[in-house]
């Protein structure tokens, strides 16, 4: 077997959130306290990967979306989650799209101080500009063409990523929901509501992810997240990445952090579509739910998995954050951490 890797995606590794243990309203400076702890915590458990739990953001995605230019948000319309009656607003795009001014580099500055292993931070994919709005949320006096608009997210992001790189940043990692979506037929449905092609796509999201990551540079590893939606326990999509797999293995990111942690996600076989030498992270280990899963059951299906990709190119963490937005799913910290340390169990096991 292989040691543990020794450089980004780890071969234990986690998507980013961690459960606040702090009110929505709390000021920086304590969530500075908590950071320092929660990175403390990580350290101890044996995570290579540190990151700020996301206790610096309120949303995984909206609090660096609305931040750049030609961004607003507004409710939530289409597909929502369900067993929650509380849903997250989505972004709509009302102006030109730019990277005007830094966003959330003050954060990953204050967590690389930190820690002496790898920061690792996370913010939403170009994609999540259009996946939920569509063509219907974005303004056609701004983009009459959506190959423009398309076009200005690469450049936004290529600009964001810079500004990262600049900082000293060396693992990035784009979370992305619109993949799983459209695996899932109501989510297809929606977009054709929306006026999009849901067909079309996976491959114009890869093509713009391709573009923003193209001037990343040597030493800095960049992934991608995805999965079903993550808001209080719940999920919005169902279905398997078969339908979305060899475009979004297109995407040319470093690694793949794929859900894996129900039925709902479907089986491992769509990981044959993965590039040769690319690191692909299961997702084996819900943070939907406290019952903390078997190590024997997750070793098998690694084993598994490993059936369609080497297993030296595998890594495991859990499916999603544990707290994407800042009210938190519903487990307790002590089951969130109980869940970190079986990742790290699990990995020293396998790769040992």
């Known amino acids: 077997m292989k040691p543990a890797r020794l450089q980004p995606p780890f071969r234990a590794d986690q998507v980013g959130s961690l459960l606040r243990p702090f009110p929505k309203e709390t000021p920086t400076e304590e969530r500075r306290k908590a950071i320092r702890e929660v990175v403390a915590r990580q350290e101890a458990i044996g995570l290579q990967g540190i990151t700020d739990g996301e206790f610096s953001r309120d949303w995984w995605h909206l609090d660096f979306l609305a931040r750049l230019e030609g961004v607003s948000l507004k409710a939530l319309s289409g597909p ?52 939920r709005p569509g063509r219907a949320g974005i303004s056609r006096e701004a983009y009459p063409d959506l190959e423009e608009f398309f076009a200005d997210a690469a450049t936004a992001y290529r600009d ?50 391709k573009k923003a990551i193209s001037e990343k540079p040597a030493g800095m590893t960049i992934t991608m997240h995805t999965c079903r939606g993550n808001f209080m326990s719940a999920w919005v999509a169902e279905g398997g990445y078969e339908s979305v797999a060899e475009a979004m293995f297109s995407s040319g990111v470093d690694g793949y952090f794929m859900e894996f942690d129900t039925a709902r996600a479907g089986g491992f076989e769509p990981l044959r579509h993965a590039p040769e030498g690319k690191k692909v992270v299961l997702g084996l280990i819900s943070t939907k739910t406290a019952a903390l899963e078997q190590k024997a059951e997750i070793i098998r299906r690694i084993e598994d998995a490993a059936k369609f990709v080497p297993l ?39 790769w040992r």
């Open 80 to 131: 929502a989650f369900g067993g929650t009656g509380e849903q997250p607003p989505i972004p709509a795009i009302t102006g030109k799209l730019r990277y005007g001014k830094s966003i959330m580099v003050e954060d990953f500055v204050f967590l690389k101080s930190l820690t002496s292993r790898v920061a690792k931070f996370c913010i939403p994919s170009p994609s999540m500009l259009h996946m």
């Open 160 to 209: 964001a990523i810079a500004a990262f790189a600049a900082a000293g940043c060396t693992y990035l990692q784009l979370d992305d929901t619109s993949f799983a979506y459209l695996c899932d037929a109501k989510m297809r449905e929606a977009c054709r509501r929306n006026g999009d092609d849901p067909e079309k796509l996976p491959a114009i999201y890869a093509r713009t992810i």
């Open 312 to 350: 030296e190119d595998l890594c495991i963490s859990p499916q999603c954050g544990f707290s994407s937005t800042h009210h938190g799913n519903k487990l307790s910290r002590d089951d969130q951490w109980r869940k970190l340390e079986l990742v790290v169990e699990v990995a020293a096991d396998v």
